[in-house]
């Protein structure tokens, strides 16, 4: 038995689209359980023994816990490859791992240092340039993804979903909530706007409850 514990809306969405892709592939079902971050549900004493990080997602299977997107969607794709959420040849998968990581490892902490910069400084002014040049670096990374997405066929890695598609996805939900305007992408709009309306992601959509429109005129 899987279970999923996701925040809506944050990172957490990455396995939860895996989940359904796989679920709609092979029958295999999953729980998705809530973990509210705004009221600092990641921090109670039973969710940080099964991640003592305090941070979404957790995949438990058969009630063992597994930490960090990366390791949780490899484990997925490995577990059930029937799924085709990565390229089963070596190199293909290498360059699919290579745009994950760097989506994980660069993309979503620049995002960490907009949302959260009281993690990164303790002072206000301190904390407003951290914001304020995070914000400029997500733009380059967002403008990076929009011309991965305008050579998307459908998908970013071609014809089959994937992870690094359920990221992007989250990237542009973010991007609005930092600011930025996602008409000013265009290119990546249409292609999240496309990738919304797959079976396996407007699933996850559903379940966390979430839309994509997060920016609001200021
Ligand atoms: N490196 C981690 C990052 C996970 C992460 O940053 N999760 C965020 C949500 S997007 C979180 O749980 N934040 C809660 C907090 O900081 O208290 C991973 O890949 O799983």
């Known amino acids: 038995m899987m279970k999923l514990y996701y925040g809506p809306g944050a990172c957490s969405f990455v396995p939860h689209v895996g989940l359904e892709a796989i679920k709609a592939a092979t029958g295999e079902g999953f729980e ?41 969607c490899d484990y997925l794709d490995r577990r059930y490859p029937q799924a085709g959420l990565l390229p089963a040849d070596p190199w293909q998968r290498a360059q699919a791992m290579s745009t994950f990581a760097w989506m994980n490892n660069t993309v979503h902490p620049t995002f960490t240092h907009i949302f959260r910069s009281r993690n990164f400084a303790d002072g206000e002014a301190a904390q407003a340039e951290i914001k304020r040049t995070a914000q400029g670096v997500f733009l380059g990374h967002l403008e990076r993804i929009q011309g ?19 990221y992007a996805l989250v990237f542009l939900r973010w991007g609005g909530l930092a600011g930025i305007d996602p008409a000013s992408l265009p290119g990546y709009k249409a292609y999240v706007d496309r990738l919304a309306a797959v079976p396996p992601v407007a699933a996850a959509i559903a379940c966390e409850g979430i839309n994509l429109e997060t920016f609001q005129k200021k």
């Open 32 to 72: 998705a359980q809530a973990v509210k971050l705004h009221k600092g549900e990641q921090h109670s004493p039973e969710y940080l023994a099964l991640n003592p990080l305090g941070l979404v997602p957790l995949l438990a299977v058969d009630g063992k816990p597994l930490s960090q997107i990366v390791a949780i």
């Open 148 to 166: 991965m997405a305008e050579k998307a066929a459908p998908f970013l890695l071609g014809g089959k979903l994937s992870f690094v598609d359920a």
